[in-house]
């Protein structure tokens, strides 16, 4: 027996949203998820799921797992063989999740608990007691130094360690000065030779390597999971979480909040921002030689 562990009454809104983001970026994954909610209350088979997606073996479990794994869909079992139950509120709002998975722009307007009103506005100014707060998303593709990453839509993974791709980083920001890491830095890398938008600002990074597994959450930022609020101590206007997976909604949430505190503060626009596996991987493929693997 399969027990959800959500409530859709609740937080229908960020279930629909989570849904849409995680199949936005690969077709076949919504292809099988179509599969799997499609007909009655009966799991689909793996045998089932390669016949209607056409998919190999191999393909059908890596989707399903993953589908599982971010539970769009239940893993069981039929007949002692892998099989996968359709979650039967994504099911009954399967058509709208694939229509904001394969339009960026209804997505990024999709309200939900955290941005009821402004999810996916780019510039957030709203005034609290005469203090205009000003935040910013910012993605790998706004930096000057990044360029050749805008050519590059999908890179196959690539795994470098934190301190490759951290060298990589400096190596691409132009940095020449020594860069030494100790357990009680605000950052992992603090530099003002990163152009954004042909600007120079100041940009702290925080990296989490292959030695972190699994989604990236809060929980996984730090030994106390304080890292992001100690990275915002950083004199920065930029602040970066770079991981080789993807990231917990959840950091950028909590980014958010420290973008509009420091923001308030200093009186000045604050950019944040998060460069996921997949970000990752593009970057390595524009810039192979870089982080060490040409």
């Given at each position: 027996?399969?027990?959800?562990?959500?409530?859709?009454?609740?937080?229908?809104?960020?279930?629909?949203?989570?849904?849409?983001?995680?199949?936005?970026?690969?077709?076949?994954?919504?292809?099988?998820?179509?599969?799997?909610?499609?007909?009655?209350?009966?799991?689909?088979?793996?045998?089932?799921?390669?016949?209607?997606?056409?998919?190999?073996?191999?393909?059908v479990l890596q989707l399903g797992g993953k589908l599982g794994d971010q539970q769009l869909v239940h893993k069981t079992q039929v007949d002692g063989k892998t099989a996968y139950e359709k979650d039967r509120f994504l099911a009954t709002n399967r058509t709208k999740i694939l229509g904001l998975?394969?339009?960026?722009?209804?997505?990024?307007?999709?309200?939900?608990?955290?941005?009821?009103?402004?999810?996916?506005?780019?510039?957030?100014?709203?005034?609290?007691?005469?203090?205009?707060?000003?935040?910013?998303?910012?993605?790998?593709?706004?930096?000057?130094?990044?360029?050749?990453?805008?050519?590059?839509?999908?890179?196959?993974?690539k795994m470098v360690s934190e301190r490759n791709f951290k060298k990589g980083v400096i190596k691409l920001v132009g940095e020449t000065g020594r860069f030494q890491d100790w357990g009680g830095?605000?950052?992992?890398?603090?530099?003002?030779?990163?152009?954004?938008?042909?600007?120079?600002?100041?940009?702290?990074?925080?990296?989490?390597?292959?030695?972190?597994?699994?989604?990236?959450?809060?929980?996984?930022?730090?030994?106390?999971?304080?890292?992001?609020?100690?990275?915002?101590?950083?004199?920065?206007?930029?602040?970066?979480?770079?991981?080789?997976?993807?990231?917990?909604?959840?950091?950028?949430?909590?980014?958010?909040?420290?973008?509009?505190?420091?923001?308030?503060?200093?009186?000045?626009?604050?950019?944040?921002?998060?460069?996921?596996?997949?970000?990752?991987?593009?970057?390595?493929?524009?810039?192979?030689?870089?982080?060490?693997?040409?």
């Open positions: 027996m399969i027990t959800a562990v959500s409530d859709a009454r609740s937080n229908s809104k960020d279930q629909i949203a989570h849904a849409a983001n995680v199949l936005k970026r690969s077709a076949n994954a919504r292809k099988v998820f179509e599969a799997i909610c499609r007909g009655g209350k009966k799991p689909k088979t793996v045998a089932h799921l390669m016949k209607a997606t056409r998919f190999t073996q191999i393909a998975a394969t339009n960026p722009t209804k997505l990024k307007r999709h309200p939900t608990k955290y941005a009821p009103a402004t999810a996916g506005v780019a510039d957030i100014r709203v005034s609290i007691r005469g203090a205009k707060i000003q935040i910013s998303p910012v993605t790998c593709d706004d930096f000057d130094q990044f360029h050749k990453i805008k050519k590059i839509r999908r890179a196959p993974s830095e605000p950052n992992d890398l603090y530099t003002t030779k990163l152009r954004h938008k042909g600007q120079r600002r100041a940009v702290a990074f925080a990296f989490k390597g292959p030695g972190t597994q699994g989604v990236l959450t809060p929980k996984k930022l730090g030994k106390n999971g304080n890292q992001i609020q100690r990275l915002f101590r950083s004199p920065a206007e930029i602040f970066v979480v770079q991981y080789h997976g993807q990231i917990d909604q959840d950091v950028i949430e909590q980014m958010r909040a420290f973008a509009t505190l420091n923001s308030v503060r200093e009186g000045k626009r604050i950019w944040y921002g998060v460069i996921d596996g997949d970000d990752t991987n593009r970057l390595l493929a524009a810039y192979p030689q870089q982080f060490g693997l040409k």
